[in-house]
T-cell receptor, first 116, second 114 residues
Framework: DVKVTQSSRYLVKRTGEKVFLECVQDMDHENMFWYRQDPGLGLRLIYFSYDVKMKEKGDIPEGYSVSREKKERFSLILESASTNQTSMYLC???????????????FGPGTRLLVL | GENVEQHPSTLSVQEGDSAVIKCTYSDSASNYFPWYKQELGKRPQLIIDIRSNVGEKKDQRIAVTLNKTAKHFSLHITETQPEDSAVYFCAASRYGGSQGNLIFGKGTKLSVKP
């Protein structure tokens, strides 16, 4: 059973703080993703990583950075949190889809971040 | 790049009726189309997917159809039940690519009234 976990379910931070959101998966997946989810806007991709130390910008990378030092762990960093970054953040992971493995994305439970 | 549009944004049906959600995509090279269900307060979970070499796939009360020529795909739920109430997301991806990117639609909030 695939398990994707996120470090916090709820987080309250102040404007200007540095925020770390961590995601861990236990399925040896190559790909990992960070999305933010806002009402009416669906799931928007912030960053993704297809291998250790590799990262690619998604659709809305501004104000965010990521780190992938180990295969199972993908961190999202808000360098200086702002109120417009208040949102639900979802992490996901997937296999590359070779050797019969499906490339289905499996999501973590989400972190609801409030920036005051 | 790929763009996915999803309609309607909200859908209300009576229990037992059918529900249909439609999505269109822009990149003709897209060849993997999953559907996710997100119940209130929970994570999105895959409910069904289809690849571009198949026109239709069914799993109990849920079916997905794909029209590659028109570049649209649809989710059909028959005999709806209150537990089908959720937000449904369609997505499109390139199969076999190393990145496995999914582009999501904006979601459809389905309400099934008892």
């Amino acid at each position: 059973d695939v398990k994707v976990t996120q470090s916090s379910r709820y987080l309250v931070k102040r404007t200007g703080e540095k925020v770390f959101l961590e995601c861990v998966q236990d399925m040896d997946h190559e790909n990992m993703f960070w999305y933010r989810q806002d009402p009416g806007l669906g799931l928007r991709l912030i960053y993704f990583s297809y291998d250790v130390k590799m990262k690619e910008k998604g659709d809305i990378p501004e104000g965010y950075s990521v780190s992938r030092e180990k295969k199972e762990r993908f961190s999202l960093i808000l360098e200086s949190a702002s109120t417009n970054q208040t949102s639900m953040y979802l992490c996901a992971s997937s296999s590359r889809g070779y050797r019969g493995r499906k490339e289905t994305q499996y999501f973590g439970p989400g972190t609801r971040l409030l920036v005051l | 790049g790929e763009n996915v549009e999803q309609h309607p944004s909200t859908l209300s049906v009576q229990e037992g009726d059918s529900a249909v959600i439609k999505c269109t995509y822009s990149d003709s090279a897209s060849n993997y189309f999953p559907w996710y269900k997100q119940e209130l307060g929970k994570r999105p979970q895959l409910i069904i997917d289809i690849r571009s070499n198949v026109g239709e796939k069914k799993d109990q009360r849920i079916a997905v159809t794909l029209n590659k020529t028109a570049k649209h795909f649809s989710l059909h739920i028959t005999e709806t039940q209150p537990e089908d109430s959720a937000v449904y997301f369609c997505a499109a991806s390139r199969y076999g690519g190393s990145q496995g990117n999914l582009i999501f639609g904006k979601g459809t909030k389905l309400s099934v009234k008892p």
